[in-house]
């Protein structure tokens, strides 16, 4: 095999493992597959944690991990597919972030591990042995791989500050709901 054969190889083999992790995980809190709670369960638990309304966000949780996991795994609209993950990741690993880095702690090391595969994917592009090739790259341009990724920091950014005015709102409710004594 020649090197370029290699590293095409390389990219599917993270594409695939990267992408299917991801797809599976979006499609637990979207359906409720493979142990998953559903929209149902994972709405609510979201809507405990500050991501309200907590349906809506679970949807768009769920679509950035299956929709992106799919997409990184086909290779196709990699730049999309890759910064809609990273964007996922980066609000899982805000969550993540006040236990530490260690997964086995329930730190970010595993949610940061998949957004900055998914964004170096999306940086690379999806390599030979992908559907952005077959379709001669249209949706696969240096110019959206810029846009998209350049849009990743903002989303995340906004996303996060929106859970925390409604966390924040949230405790100013409970704490004016307590009576005088017990404040």
């Keep these: 095999m020649t090197e370029e054969s290699l590293r095409d190889v390389g990219l599917l083999a993270l594409r695939v493992g990267v992408g299917g992790a991801l797809f599976a995980h979006g499609v637990q809190k979207l359906f409720g597959w493979f142990g998953g709670g559903g929209l149902q369960s994972t709405g609510a638990m979201f809507d405990q944690i500050g991501f309200t309304p907590g349906k ?54 595993y949610p940061a591990l998949l957004g900055v595969a998914a964004g170096a994917l999306a940086l690379t592009g ?14 696969n341009r240096s110019w959206m791989r810029t846009l998209a990724l350049g849009l ?4 995340v950014t906004a996303v996060i500050l929106r859970r925390r005015r409604a966390l924040a709102a949230g405790a100013a409710e409970t704490t004016s709901a307590e009576p005088a004594e017990t404040r």
Excluded: C, I, W, Y
């Design 126 to 139: 999806p390599g030979q042995l992908s559907v952005d090739r077959l379709l001669g790259h249209r949706v």
């Design 152 to 155: 990743v920091a903002p989303a």
């Design 56 to 109: 809506v966000n679970a949807v768009v949780a769920g679509l950035g991990e299956a929709g992106g996991g799919a997409l990184l795994a086909l290779g196709l609209a990699t730049p999309a597919a890759g910064a809609a993950v990273a964007g996922t990741m980066g609000v899982a690993a805000s969550m993540h972030a006040p236990k530490g880095f260690f997964a086995a702690e329930g730190g970010l090391e």
